[in-house]
């Protein structure tokens, strides 16, 4: 297996505080600063804020919090979990990562997504109707500014460029498509030679094997290089596996039960929740010895050199999710590694 890297990611959920009352979205942000600065200290490689739009997740700037990160720290890479590539535009998007690769000396990256969360497309003006053409011809564009130089690019869904200067100037970051179940976008990552970032958020992670192979598959026919396959799951992290699952069940019930009003799943029960966490669910809760013991079988399972845990969830405490990223970074990565070498 290729060297692996570890990251936490979050779509900066809004906390509560000891007394169970929300935190304002301020209060929120600043919190998320906080958290992706511990990340760093206990020696993670990767933070990543995914783009949202609503009251309870309002991380529609990710990339400034992303760069108030990114002064405080030294090591860890920082990127997008996902960008909503096909409501934003990609020039804009290249030059806001750009600017982020150099205020953190080339520790940015960027995992681009169609977006399973729609806000963002009535919110910008976009047609549902457009969702695939919208992010195919801007995946090509992003590719191609990636490239650098002078671009020349005509579209469909945005003005033509032609000989067209695109600053600031920086070395290449890593680019990584999200896929949550299209083999559609399996192949059009290997396409452009993007990274995999396979978002496996219930049922067995297993099923996506196939996605793993189709990557491989695809990037040989391409004529490219190996290129890193990732996994983005949610989790929690405690002192023991009843505690973790204690703390985040009440959350998990009531954001997914919201969620599957708009988007269709189905509302949690006790049952469903304990499938979820054990062997055979997509949720990494427990104890740093249960959950790093799941990562390490799901990660040889799909070939995976990369995993990043969707830590926090609507509800929980700033406390509890730093606690979380301390478990995680000094007790669960370690134990991955040593089951993976």
Known sequence: MSTTTFGLDTFGDVTQDASGTPLTHAQTIRNLVEQGVLAD?????????????????????????????????????????????????????????????????????????????????????????????????????FA???????????????????????VPYTEPFPTWIG??????????????????????????????????????????????????????SPGHVAETD????????????????????TRGFATPTPESYAHEVGPHGALFVGSPETVAEKMARTMKKLDASRFDLKYGIGGLSHESLLRTIELYGTKVVPLVRDMLA
């Open 41 to 141: 200290q206990v020696g993670l490689d990767f933070f990543g804020i995914g783009e949202h739009h609503t009251p309870d997740m309002p991380l529609s700037a990710a990339d400034v919090v992303l760069a108030a990160i990114a002064a405080r720290t030294s090591s860890i890479h920082l990127g997008s979990a996902v960008t909503v590539l096909s409501s934003d535009d990609p020039v804009r998007v290249y030059q806001r990562f750009s600017t982020l690769n150099a205020l953190s000396d080339g520790r940015a990256e960027v995992i681009l997504g169609r977006g399973s969360s729609v806000d963002s497309f009535p919110l910008f003006g976009f047609d549902l109707a457009d969702y695939e053409d919208l992010f195919e011809e801007k995946t090509h564009l």
């Open 144 to 166: 191609e500014l990636l490239k650098g130089g002078k671009i020349t690019w005509e579209g469909k869904t945005r003005a033509a460029l032609h000989e067209q200067d695109v």
């Open 179 to 232: 896929v949550g179940g299209s083999p559609q976008s399996v192949v059009r990552a290997a396409s452009y030679g993007f990274s995999l970032m396979l978002a496996i958020i219930g049922g067995h992670p297993a099923r996506f094997a196939p996605f793993s192979e189709l990557y491989k598959h695809a990037l040989e026919k391409f004529g490219r290089d190996p290129l890193p396959i990732g996994i983005h």
């Open 242 to 261: 009843e505690q973790a699952r204690e703390e985040f069940w009440p959350h998990y019930l009531d954001v997914i039960g919201r969620l599957g009003k």
